[in-house]
């Protein structure tokens, strides 16, 4: 049974004639979540979890066709039973299930499998067909827990308070800015940058309640973020925008930070290894857990993870996709998505 091909337009679900995260425009896209570079502008109809809808309202265009569901709530697409399933990687993310003629298969789109207090927990998903992401597929990448994260977040703050300095945290405003609040929540007062004031009521209109924050204008008087907690986009870490906080520290939350090498590590004055993504042994336990027959190993540390996949035992094969990483790709992150290749593909 081949149920999907990979496409240069994305990945193509055959007797369904529908793609998921396409990158270029097609008639009906399935998305699995909205990052930006696998929610595009440029498509007729969008399908998507309903927690995302709003979100993909705010980052396309307000004009979109976009019909949404909840999880595990099917619909048929010509012949195809399609359903949503929590992937835990931000606010409405979903593992996308196909089923045709008894044949399932499953993309998980980005996922992690820590329960961050914020997203809906991941949800393992059996399959006869894997297309899992590796973004993290190294072993030297695992995780702290939440608990232990968030213990060092609010030790940092503490001893930048004792110095009176202000808090700067680092973080991509759709899914790491959230978690970052929930890691510091109680801590006093967080002031979050519009860009990601503007997701968090995207976010609450959903109903999924967030950590009580303030949206700050950086043309405002900063004086009142003194000694407080302040949340950026990494687009804003050299500039002169972060520039007119006074006196503070910033602190770099991104998986690569477990790195020290790690380019941006240098332009920080700490870092923290959150990542919205699943570590070396979360992929490996997910993948395990499908029971999939064949897995599809698409962006990250593709050679490595499928290679290791193959040596264990799991049949496993290597796809290139147009999929990045929002972590590393932060310096794009205010750039509306329908500025992309894609719509000058449509010239």
Request: hydrophobic share 35%.
């Amino acid at each position: 049974m081949k149920l999907v091909k990979f496409t240069n337009k994305g990945i193509y679900c055959i007797p369904g004639k529908f793609y998921l995260d396409p990158w270029r425009p097609v008639d009906l896209a399935v998305i699995s979540h909205g990052h930006g570079d696998h929610a595009k502008w440029g498509m007729k109809k969008y399908l998507c979890h309903h927690f995302t809808k709003p979100i993909l309202k705010i980052r396309i265009g307000e004009d979109i066709e976009v019909q949404s569901l909840g999880y595990n709530e099917p619909i048929m697409i010509n012949g195809v039973k399609v359903s949503f399933h929590p992937a835990g990687h931000i606010v409405g993310s979903c593992q996308i299930r196909m089923e045709y003629k008894g044949f399932v298969t499953v993309f998980s789109g980005d996922y992690k499998v820590q329960d961050d207090g914020i997203s809906t927990p991941f949800e393992v998903v059996k399959c006869n067909e894997f297309i899992t992401e590796s973004t993290f597929g190294l072993p030297i990448y695992n995780w702290l827990t939440p608990q232990q994260y968030s213990d060092q977040m609010k030790s940092w703050v503490e001893s930048n308070r004792e110095q009176g300095k202000t808090s700067v945290f680092i973080g991509y405003s759709l899914g790491k800015a959230q978690r970052i609040m929930k890691s510091v929540e109680g801590m006093g007062k967080i002031f979050v940058h519009s860009s990601i004031g503007r997701l968090n009521e995207a976010i609450e209109s959903v109903g999924v309640k967030l950590p009580e924050y303030e949206t700050v204008l950086f043309n405002d008087d900063l004086k009142m973020v003194k000694n407080e907690i302040v949340i950026v986009p990494p687009a804003l870490l050299d500039s002169n925008m972060i520039r007119k906080i006074p006196n503070r520290a910033t602190g770099l939350c991104s998986g690569w930070m477990q790195v020290r090498g790690s380019r941006r590590w240098r332009s920080a004055d700490a870092g923290f290894a959150i990542s919205d993504h699943a570590d070396w042994n979360g992929l490996l336990d997910t993948v395990k857990a499908t029971g999939a027959e064949q897995v599809h190993v698409t962006h990250g540390q593709i050679a490595v993870f499928s290679k290791y996949l193959n040596e264990i035992g799991i049949k496993s094969d290597e796809v290139k996709t147009n999929f990045g990483d929002e972590e590393e790709s932060s310096a794009k992150e205010e750039e509306p998505i329908k500025k992309t290749e894609t719509e000058a593909e449509t010239k």
